[in-house]
């Protein structure tokens, strides 16, 4: 017969996140969940001139796919739902110190259609650190922050300088993902939080680390 926990055998200690208290919205409120969201990223390592991402559930259904366009004069990568119409562009803008992701609504470029943005926390970084700062924040605080050595296996979105966790993200290392040249990791999106925005950000994430120079 199975022992149950004998008195005085300690159980381990689990931490807790305090809720989020608003719904985060920032692609749109279609994407809310009330149960934490489990979604799989796969992503070929390198095809040409395309790095192209498939986001699907725990059943394995397409939700969101990811194209891009490398070769053009500023790198763009589009995230479209499983219809293929594109929820958000991200572009990124070489020109600056710390190397910078927008993200607009649709295909548009125009400043009305900015959603957020997100940069590194600090120029030269040993993990990577995102500071997200959504469209109408002029000041220095993000809305959201990345924590956590993304290559490093996890790491954790959190609302703003709070330890409010949105998501959490690891990755998956298998024998079929070496030989099928890909790279997998699976994302919890933790319940009322925008579960297409988190995607937005493993995009920007995975792209800052695909770059070599690392310098930026």
Known sequence: MAAGHAPGNPIPAVRTYPPVEHPVVV???QYLAQSPVEL????KLWTL???DFKVSDINGTLIFQVKSKILSLHDRRFLKDAAG???VNLRQKIMTMHRRW????GESKEEKDLLFTAKKSKLFQFKTELDVFLANNKGEVPDFKVKGGYRESSCSVLLGDSNTMLAQMHRRHTL???ILETDSFGVTVYPNVDYAFIVALVV????????RSGED
Request: charged content about 20%; cysteine-free.
């Open 102 to 105: 927008e993200a607009f609504r």
């Open 40 to 43: 799989a990223v796969s992503t």
């Open 27 to 29: 692609i749109g409120p």
């Open 85 to 87: 119409n594109t929820l």
């Open 204 to 211: 920007i994430l995975d792209e800052i680390n695909a770059d």
């Open 49 to 51: 001139g395309e790095n």
């Open 176 to 178: 079929a993902s070496t």
